[in-house]
């Protein structure tokens, strides 16, 4: 889910628009109404089901009077959100530090076997 907000624009009238490598995307394409903030300004949230294929560019577009041109943002797709990031570098240290528990005990392991001699008993 790729989500484009857009916050503390006046006057209404706004248009979001998704884009891949320039073309206009229509399919599973939500928005939600601009909302009042309480402050005269507004905001509004489009979000897109959609998976980016390899090399291809993702833009949110947004045509405000306050913005004549336009503002097109590039969808980074190297970025994680924090919570994300932390989940990952929590699960690769955890990873780590079971391989060197595991390698440790298997040295251990090793070590006292080397030299016994098994007898079997009756």
Known sequence: MLVCSVY???????????????????SDVT???????????????????????????????????SVPQGKVVNW???FLPEAERNKVIIGASALVLGLIIIIAGVVYYKKKSTGRILVPSR
């Open 76 to 78: 980074d797709s190297s």
């Open 31 to 65: 928005s939600t109404e601009e909302l009042a903030d309480g402050d005269w300004y507004y905001q509004i949230h489009s979000h897109m089901e959609y998976t980016p294929k390899s090399g291809e560019t993702i833009s949110c577009k947004v045509e405000h009077s």
């Open 8 to 26: 503390d624009f006046y006057p209404q009238g706004i248009k979001v628009t998704w884009l891949s490598d320039g073309t206009e995307m229509t």
